[in-house]
């Protein structure tokens, strides 16, 4: 029998047998076309915290907490759950640690705070009508034809083409920035991601040189006026900043658009009841982000802890798989019904603790927008007859193509 890492990994003396759980998401097929109901089996089996042998993203051992209680604790205690260690392949296309995420407060705190402020509403109202555009500029692309590969047409170009616009680069970098996209997220080989990673680092310093030479109305001459802690930020620290949008911006919107309009396509009532009462999407958004959760976090531990009684080490790797927490009937009143309707509705999609996501004004803005723009110009869609819906199953959980169809004769 060919020796896999999980029949290599030895189990850390301080992990109790009891503990122990071999469960990786990538162990299951069905992972590939319903990943949703092997997190959900998960989450009904209430392990809050377990050990696996084999963490299919370090190819080591590692805890995984679940509930929504141990996985908010973890997120809100750098003490001792740090983001300052990282394992290799969590920062293999970047030479140095990424601002702020890899920092600790309190030095993670001004960044932060200027982070937030820069993505923050007055930024992101001012720019909805430029949001709203881009949208209807790539539904008029396919409206009329009746059918969309919705990732490749829409979804991946969309937080693109903003992104883009919100860091003032030039129209003519499109071709070339969603060729990165596509690499770096998708397609790409390690020695080919690698070589974006260059290749993009490349580009921003020139970028930040230049807007050093002729400021804009955009988010990258912002951050080259503002300061941290009364002091000018260094140009790395702001190539950090602007690689960490990239890659924190991009995919995540992608993956969420995938989920929510499958989810859509799948639930024809609930999609003409949007449509016909677009006041409700705001309310919608949030129970579609709570049971799609598609962003696990991880920590690692920067001194021994004894964590709700289980005594973890310096060095232990935690997975804080918040699409677990999802399901907490602790937290959530019947977690396992989509309520549209749901008023009270603390889901972590966006992290917590003082890394929460920094961008998710903006997220919610573009998928909002998103959702409007649909469902007021094409008609009732469905995933086209015959075709397969397929997720990638490594990296963040996102779907590899989604066809959608309609009558074309209805859309506006
Ligand atoms: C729906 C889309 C998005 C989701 C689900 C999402 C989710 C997350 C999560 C879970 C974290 C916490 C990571 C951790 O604690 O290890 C995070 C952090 C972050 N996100 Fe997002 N994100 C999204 C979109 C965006 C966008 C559009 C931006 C801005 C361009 C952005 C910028 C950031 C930044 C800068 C951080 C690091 C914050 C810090 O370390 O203080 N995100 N995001």
């Not at 992104?163 to 080989?189: A, N, R, Y």
Request: glycine share 6%; hydrophobic share 40%; with cysteine.
């Amino acid at each position: 029998m060919a020796e896999t890492a999980s029949t290599v990994n030895k189990i850390p003396d301080h992990v109790p047998e009891d503990l122990v759980f071999q469960w990786e998401e990538t162990d299951f097929p069905e992972f590939e076309t319903d990943p949703y109901a092997v997190y959900r089996a998960l989450a009904k089996d209430q392990r809050p915290i377990f050990f696996t042998p084999n963490d299919y993203r370090s190819n080591n051992g590692a805890w995984v907490v679940t509930s929504a209680a141990y996985c908010r604790d973890v997120l809100q205690r750098p003490d001792p759950f740090t983001t300052t260690i990282r394992y290799a392949s969590d920062n293999a296309h970047w030479p140095r640690r990424l601002v702020p995420l890899m920092l600790d407060p309190p030095e993670h705190t001004g960044h932060r705070q200027l982070i937030a402020a820069v993505f923050g509403p007055k930024s992101i109202d001012a720019r909805e009508g430029y949001i709203r555009q881009m949208a209807n500029d790539l539904i008029d692309g396919f409206a009329g034809r009746g059918q969309v590969e919705f990732m490749h047409e829409f979804s991946r170009v969309f937080p693109g083409v903003i992104f883009m616009g919100i860091m003032g680069l030039p129209v003519e970098m499109k071709e070339q920035f969603l060729h990165w996209e596509e690499k770096f997220f998708h397609d790409g080989t390690d020695a080919e991601k690698q070589q974006v990673g260059v290749e993009i680092a490349a580009y921003l310093k020139a970028l930040i040189a230049e807007k050093r030479a002729n400021p804009g109305d955009d988010l990258v001459s912002e951050l080259i006026d503002a300061e941290v802690d009364g002091e000018r930020i260094s140009d790395e620290t702001i190539e950090d900043y602007c690689f960490l949008m990239y890659i924190a911006g991009l995919d995540t919107v992608n993956g969420g658009l995938g989920h929510i309009f499958r989810w859509l396509a799948d639930n024809p009532d609930e999609q003409q009841r949007l449509r016909q009462d677009p006041e409700r999407i705001i309310l919608a958004l949030e129970e579609l982000l709570r049971i799609h959760t598609w962003i696990d976090m991880s920590r690692v531990l920067s001194r021994d802890y004894e964590f709700h009684g289980v005594l973890m080490k310096a060095g232990d790797r935690v997975v804080v798989k918040t699409p677990i927490a999802s399901w907490d009937e602790a937290r959530h009143e019947c977690p396992f019904d989509t309520d549209l309707e749901r008023k009270i509705n603390p889901h972590m999609a966006f992290g917590g603790g003082p890394h929460r996501c920094a961008g998710s004004y903006l997220a919610r803005r573009e998928l909002r927008v998103a959702m409007e723009e649909w469902l007021r110009r094409i008609p009732p869609f469905q995933v086209t007859p015959g075709e397969r819906v397929t997720y990638f199953t490594d990296g963040l959980l996102s779907l590899r193509q989604l066809p959608l169809s309609w009558d074309a004769s209805k859309a506006v």
